[in-house]
């Protein structure tokens, strides 16, 4: 890999290839006006040298940077990756470029003071658009599209996507129930994001729907951990009269579910069923693989990659909000209860 002190400029092509900046320049716009040969001698060129003009630069020609900035809250958690995933497949298929930043873990107080920082930072110059993966943040100041992937609940008014949260719980209530299950935990998600809410009024949409009653007890608060899931079970866990199967706001907090109950001794699904939700690529080879609600991640990306695109370039979107529809995928982390339970 040959390296070189200094970037390369316009410049350099132009006195490499023996044509003037001003033919580059055509060059690097696709204009009509330019011989097939010397074209071809630029872009040569380019290649050799390694040349890429700056965001800058590009932004003056066109007033676009053909960027998309991408804000998410790290680059471990399985979710965030699957819609990174769809969000790079849609950049490269449309030939933009893609940046990201990272918040910070949804835990630290500063994660919506650094998205609002990188929004302000990125505002139309650095970027054409920004897309935002479940923000913490409910406010930005920025002239550029903004489109939320799980969005916040004091944001109804940004462009986002949105599975069809309600309904999907209400599918996995629906076959614990039909299972035989009637004590059946719930382990929430982030109290702050739409998907958690939803997820919530599911559960509680499903049990009145069956003639259960709700029982506090049966109920936690979780942040879409398996660290804080993993607590959250313990306490349904140890109660006198424990569930036979917990539904998780997300695969994670399934996963911290599970863990929590192998070491109170208990086996699944023989002694307790659990379902998930989001069907992250790890929920099929989990011991035993789970049962969980598939909601199209790396899809969620790559939709909110052509609706920012569609506002850049002026288009209006149908609506301000897209609903990813989701289906249950049954594995083996469930069984139907038995007549002694």
């Known amino acids: 890999m040959s390296r070189s002190r200094f970037p390369v400029t316009i410049r350099d092509v132009a006195e490499q290839a023996g044509v003037s900046i001003s033919t580059v320049s055509r060059v690097l716009n696709d204009k009509d006006d330019v011989a097939s040969d010397t074209y071809e001698k630029v872009q040569s060129v380019i290649r050799e040298l390694g040349y890429t003009s700056s965001l800058a630069a590009r932004s003056m020609r066109s007033r676009r940077t053909n960027v998309i900035g991408l804000i998410v809250p790290d680059v471990e958690d399985s979710f965030t990756i699957q819609v990174m995933k769809g969000v790079n497949r849609e950049i490269m298929e449309r030939d933009y470029d893609l940046l990201i930043y990272t918040s910070g873990s949804i835990k630290k107080q500063s994660a919506a003071d650094r998205e609002r920082h990188f929004v302000a ?51 996995a209530m629906e076959y614990l129930i039909e299972l035989g299950h ?95 939700f989001d069907n992250i690529p790890e929920a099929a080879h989990s011991n035993p693989p789970l049962t969980t609600i598939d909601q199209f991640v790396d899809k969620m990306g790559t939709v909110a990659v052509e609706m920012v695109i569609d506002l850049v370039q002026g288009q209006h979107l149908d609506g301000f909000l897209y609903t990813m529809p989701t289906e249950l995928v049954i594995r083996d982390s469930c069984r139907a209860v038995e007549a002694s339970a």
């Open 121 to 171: 930072l990125l505002n139309g110059s650095i970027t054409d658009a920004i897309i935002m993966v479940t923000p913490a943040a409910t406010s930005f100041s920025t002239a550029a599209p903004v489109v939320a992937v799980d969005p916040n609940n004091q944001s109804p008014d940004c462009p986002a996507v949105i599975a069809t949260n309600h309904a999907g719980v209400v599918t």
């Open 182 to 276: 009637r004590r059946i935990g719930f382990i929430g998600g982030r109290p702050d994001l739409q998907s958690a809410q939803q997820r919530f009024e599911g559960y509680q949409d499903a049990l009145a729907r069956a003639g259960l009653a709700q029982d506090p007890d049966l109920i936690v608060v979780g942040d879409f951990t398996p660290e804080t899931s993993h607590e959250c079970a313990c306490q349904l866990l140890h109660l006198d009269e424990r569930p036979t199967a917990i539904l998780a706001a997300n695969d994670q907090s399934a996963f911290g579910a599970m863990a929590a109950a192998r070491e109170m001794g208990l086996r699944i699904p023989k002694d307790l069923s659990v379902v998930g």
